[in-house]
């Protein structure tokens, strides 16, 4: 969104008032304080220059003929004793490829101040927050999706005694640059508490068994304008958690539920929504398991019903499948799918023991993970009305029922091992299915079925020198066929590197989209500066951090980044 010059100067104007009251409050407070106040901050310019590349169908600037793409921004804190303030400029002139369009602008999108004592933790202006797992709410920024769902209200935190903390927030989400109003998106308020009684009840302290129990509300708030149906304006949702550990064991748990929430994303049906995360857990020196479960059942909760982008939403679903972090084996990432999933995970750590036949002089590590999720099973409420079928409840479902569907199964095997001083190797084979008409919107096109390999091996030439070179391959007959990438790169400790890498699809069906995905890199890191530079090209691919994704478009020019922190 652009904004106009006298939107910009009221806007401005705002911003600047409140910074100046910030400035004036911190001043009061150093003359009654013998301690002065200080600043910290952070900054960050992302930058890309694009060029045509025909051969890989960039004819133009992937940004409407627009040779420049730059996302930026610079946060400053400011803190004298219980009292913090802070504000962060953000400048998307124009975002990079793949981010939403709606993102271009500039100014002063997060401003806030706070007051912190041992009894009280007060915000106003913007703040972040999560309640337990974030079910039913999570306010989070993630740099890299250009996703931001600040608030922009009240936060207060409460910790009336020992082992007890009580949450409140009120106010509307951040929605790219446009202004609040009361008859778009809704107003969000909730309540969070949570209570530890090993801290709660003295001596208890040490006691074998370690309980923690919390529980949350939300609400919000948005006018029913619809011609049509008769839409709740007050939704609701409330959660529940517990956390047991004794010994090496850990259980945790949390159950959401919403009340009927029609909107553009489930079609506007008035079922009401669920949704279960468990993980239960054993650690012990060189052993670690884990098992995740989690039920998603028409869980969307955002504070405009007509969204159906990654905006405004109110909770967050987390994924239990594992975050790879490799080129390849990172190519198709699961997006959590909030109308309906059911998943589990199941992962094994184990460190072979020094000295042992397979663990060498140096131990070797090994990593064991599945997952799989699939759709609920889902079943006609009665004779006449079509699953989904907007304006009934669109459809029942038993809890612990799943469809036959599977959106997204990973099954890997990662070897981490040291083979003397200098040299160090990774190895990784990962077996994936992906339906990628249903993460990714391919309408039509057959679930991906992947074998993928990983070598990724470390050599130190001196104390600060060292080479790491990867190669990694992907098969699969569906999608773009079968790929292989090639990356080598040198570093010099703790201020240099440079690598080369090249991604090649030599298993298109079309022999004209066989292409080389090249790029050459090189970084410096003086203190807590960084710059970096990446000259190449960028395959058309899906960015994803904790079940959020993004489209990115192919694209080819040059990267600069630039961050620092004081």
């Known amino acids: 969104m652009v904004f106009s010059p006298i939107t910009i100067g009221n806007r401005m104007k705002k911003n600047l008032i409140f910074i100046c009251i910030i400035l004036a409050f911190g001043s009061i407070q150093a003359q009654n304080s013998e301690n002065a106040g200080s600043v910290n901050g952070s900054f960050q ?12 169908g960039i004819t133009d600037s992937t940004i409407a003929g627009r040779k420049i793409g730059m996302n930026g921004y610079g946060n400053i804190i400011y803190s004298l004793g219980n009292f913090k303030a802070g504000m962060r400029y953000e400048a998307y002139l124009p975002p990079l490829a793949g981010f939403d369009p709606r993102q271009e602008g500039n100014g002063f999108p997060y401003l806030w101040a706070s007051y912190n004592s041992e009894l009280i933790d007060l915000t106003v202006g913007n703040f972040y927050e999560q309640f337990g797992n974030g079910l039913i709410f999570r306010s989070y920024e993630e ?5 931001d769902n600040s608030m922009n ?24 640059w446009q202004k609040f109003e009361r008859n778009s998106r809704g107003i969000v308020k909730g309540v969070d508490g949570e209570f530890n009684l090993n801290e709660a009840i003295n001596g208890w302290e040490s006691a074998p068994l370690r309980i923690t129990f919390g529980g949350s509300a939300v609400s919000k708030f948005q006018k029913d304008a619809d011609p049509i149906y008769n839409l709740p304006e007050n939704v609701g949702a409330f959660a529940g958690r517990m956390n047991l550990g004794t010994g090496n064991f850990n259980l945790m748990t949390e159950y959401a539920y919403k009340i009927n929430d029609p909107s553009t994303l489930n079609n506007f049906i008035y079922r009401e929504g669920r949704a279960l995360l468990a993980s239960i857990s054993y650690a012990e020196r060189g052993l670690g398991i884990v098992l995740q479960l989690k039920r998603v059942d028409n869980m969307s909760f955002k504070s405009d019903r007509s969204i159906t982008t990654n905006a405004l939403d109110i909770n967050f679903l987390p994924p239990i499948n594992r975050t790879h972090s490799y080129s390849l084996t990172a190519k198709y990432p699961y997006a ?8 589990l995970q199941f992962q094994v750590n184990y460190k072979m023991p020094k000295g042992s036949l397979i663990g060498g002089k ?7 993970n599945f997952s799989q999720v699939n759709d609920i099973a889902r079943k006609a409420v009665n004779d006449t009305t079509a ?6 409840l669109g459809y029942s479902s038993d809890f612990f029922k799943i469809s036959d569907h599977i959106f997204y199964r990973d099954m890997n095997i990662e070897i981490d091992k040291r083979f003397n001083s200098k040299l160090k190797g990774v190895f990784q084979y990962m077996n994936l299915l992906y339906d990628i008409a249903t993460i990714e919107g391919h309408t039509g096109d057959p679930a991906v079925k992947a074998n993928m390999l990983v070598t990724d091996l470390t050599y130190r030439l001196s104390g600060r020198k060292a080479i790491r070179a990867e190669a990694q391959g992907l098969w699969t007959k569906q999608d773009d066929g079968d790929w292989a990438a090639l990356m080598v790169e040198y570093t010099i400790a703790p201020k240099w590197f440079f690598a080369l890498a090249d991604q090649y699809n030599y298993g298109n069906e079309e022999k004209d989209k066989r292409n080389h995905y090249y790029t050459v890199s090189a ?4 203190e807590s500066t960084r710059f970096a530079i990446t000259f190449g090209r960028q395959s058309e ?24 922190s004081f």
């Open 153 to 176: 209200g009240l936060r207060v935190v409460l910790h009336p005694m020992k082992g007890m903390t009580l949450k409140g927030i009120y106010g509307s989400q951040r929605f790219y």
């Open 362 to 368: 140096y131990g070797t590590g090994i990593a064991v």
């Open 523 to 526: 970084g410096y890191t003086q």
């Open 387 to 392: 699953i989904g079928q907007d304006g009934t």
């Open 45 to 56: 310019m992302d930058a890309q220059f694009y060029r045509p590349d025909p051969s890989i």
């Open 336 to 343: 959590t799918q909030p109308n309906g999933e059911m998943g």
């Open 143 to 147: 740099w890299t999706l250009g996703y």
């Open 541 to 564: 691919g899906v960015v994803c951090v904790g079940g959020v994704c993004r489209q990115v478009p192919a694209s080819s020019g040059l990267t600069l980044t630039i961050s620092s």
